[in-house]
């Protein structure tokens, strides 16, 4: 009986096609063209609704002593606040603790989503989103650097880092000129967009294994009926790499924030 059903809704992949980068091809889910809304925006959309409304929720009741959502949230804004601006940027980057503190809640769901069943597909891992905010980045840290410092007194400050030699300004100019206006904003889109994309290939590649071998145990004949035993180590290293993925997801946010205020601060204050 239970073979049976198995039957009628399982398929045995034969032969076996390892995945690949159409796995990150999406199609329309919403209109067509020009307006077409794919499942990569459709779930960074849902981010940020997300994200807003988990804040929105959180505070509109708060109280003394925080339980629940309240209690997650001020937990999120604590560990921005203490870990990341305090650490790098010290008091005076406390303005921008809604910023960040929305940045690394952002980044941390487009992350985790490659882990939820149903979803399984981390929007991170479309180069769109991971260079959109990184562009931003470079925009708030280049615009607060001329806003403290001045135009030319921030490409001073920039180009020619005081304490150097000036002979070897003619090496270090160029490569700060490369490092801080060309480099930054690859280095920060390149790093989390490549780990999310390495991150949902290993997942999928020990799902369809699980799945693969699986089917061999239940339709397979004779002694090829054995390696769908292998199906029980495939799906256990499957949950291993869901909770390995869950530390990258925060991990890469708490990069790509601690980051953005590292240029930021540094823009804001120089090296004397």
């Avoid at 490409?155 to 090496?171: A, D, E, R």
């Avoid at 290293?237 to 601060?265: C, D, N, P, S």
Wanted: some cysteine; overall charge neutral.
């Amino acid at each position: 009986m239970l073979h049976a059903l198995l039957a009628s809704t399982v398929v045995p992949p034969d032969p076996f096609h390892a995945p690949g980068t159409e796995i990150f091809i999406t199609h329309c889910w919403v209109g067509s063209g020009e307006w077409c809304m794919n499942r990569a925006m459709f779930w960074m959309v849902m981010s940020a609704v997300i994200v807003i409304g988990f804040f929105v929720l959180a505070t509109r009741k708060s109280k003394l002593v925080p339980t629940g959502m309240q209690n997650l949230a001020e937990v999120t804004v604590d560990f921005v606040r203490n870990s990341v601006i305090m650490e790098v940027m010290g008091k005076g980057g406390l303005t921008f603790l809604p910023l960040l503190t929305a940045m690394f809640s952002f980044i941390f769901v487009n992350n985790i989503f490659g882990i939820i069943p149903g979803i399984s597909f981390p929007t991170t891992s479309r180069m769109a989103i991971p260079i959109f905010l990184a562009l931003m980045v470079y925009v708030i840290f280049n615009f607060m650097g001329v806003k403290s410092q001045g135009g030319l007194t921030y490409l001073k400050s920039v180009l020619f880092p005081p304490g150097v030699p000036w002979p070897i300004y003619f090496l270090v100019t160029p490569i700060e000129l490369v490092s801080v206006f060309i480099v930054r904003p690859l280095t920060l889109s390149v790093r989390l967009f490549a780990n999310m994309v390495a991150g949902h290939l290993i997942l999928t590649i020990f799902a369809v294994g699980t799945y693969y071998l699986g089917a061999h145990f239940f339709f397979a004949e004779g002694a090829n009926k054995l390696v769908g035993l292998f199906s029980i180590p495939a799906f256990a290293m499957l949950l291993f790499m869901m909770a390995f993925e869950l530390l990258v997801a925060f991990l890469q946010a708490y990069i790509f924030t601690i980051l953005t205020a590292v240029y930021i601060g540094g823009a804001m204050h120089p090296e004397h």
